[in-house]
T-cell receptor
Framework: NAGVTQTPKFRVLKTGQSMTLLCAQD?????MYWYRQDPGMGLRLIHY???????AKGEVPDGYNVSRLKKQNFLLGLESAAPSQTSVYFC????????????????FGPGTRLTVL | AQTVTQSQPEMSVQEAETVTLSCTYD???????LFWYKQPPSRQMILVIR??????QNATENRFSVNFQKAAKSFSLKISDSQLGDAAMYFC?????????????FGKGTKLSVKP
């Protein structure tokens, strides 16, 4: 099992450019998440998905869009990159998320370092 | 909304000594999970230990243990016999049991240095 993989690992963009970050998991997980990590901050939730074809906004969704067309993939898009989006982006997945005694570990990808000039 | 606070931006410990990292949280829920994650320079997020709020017994994992004080909403991490490989950022995180999101709410982290 590869677990959670992210593509690319590093990227430099110019302001106004667009790009898509790909997250893939091979664990048949239902739930997937995109977080961003900024210096001096913990990880903050951008968007999440509770299953194929469904997405929802997290804490900091502005400037990002997501899609979950296939269960194993969760894409994060930046339509017009801004310097404020310079960050490290983490994808995570878990089998199920609800209920007492239903703990399932959340697995993280290796992160993507994005710099917007 | 739930919040997680780590009041120690940086900590330092001598190799083989014990160090305690602090974490407090705010919630109105009675059932939840708490976690400590380690992030070494490689950036990979590694789960160190977890605690279910309904369990009174403090979780332990080898050299790592927690002091979970539910009434005080405190969740500290104790690292015993510190090793050079323990140097990393440590994040405290909260996860609701209710609801369908299942996402983690993180503190800002504590950078731990280990001196040889």
């Amino acid at each position: 099992n590869a677990g959670v993989t992210q593509t690319p690992k590093f990227r430099v963009l110019k302001t106004g450019q667009s790009m898509t970050l790909l997250c893939a998991q091979d664990m048949n997980h239902e739930y997937m998440y995109w977080y961003r990590q900024d210096p001096g901050m913990g990880l903050r939730l951008i968007h999440y998905s509770v299953g194929e074809g469904t997405t929802a906004k997290g804490e900091v969704p502005d400037g990002y869009n997501v899609s979950r067309l296939k269960k194993q993939n969760f894409l994060l898009g930046l339509e017009s990159a801004a310097p404020s989006q310079t960050s490290v982006y983490f994808c995570a997945s878990t089998l199920l998320a609800g209920g007492t005694n239903s703990y399932n570990e959340q697995f993280f990808g290796p992160g993507t370092r994005l710099t917007v000039l | 909304a739930q919040t997680v606070t780590q009041s120690q931006p940086e900590m330092s410990v001598q190799e083989a000594e014990t160090v305690t990292l602090s974490c407090t949280y705010d919630t109105s829920e009675s059932d939840y999970y708490l976690f400590w994650y380690k992030q070494p320079p490689s950036r990979q997020m590694i789960l160190v230990i977890r605690q279910e709020a309904y369990k009174q017994q403090n979780a332990t994992e080898n050299r790592f243990s927690v002091n979970f004080q539910k009434a005080a909403k405190s969740f500290s991490l104790k690292i015993s016999d510190s090793q050079l490989g323990d140097a990393a950022m440590y994040f405290c995180a909260y996860r609701s049991v209710r609801g369908s999101q299942g996402n983690l709410i993180f503190g800002k982290g504590t950078k731990l240095s280990v001196k040889p």
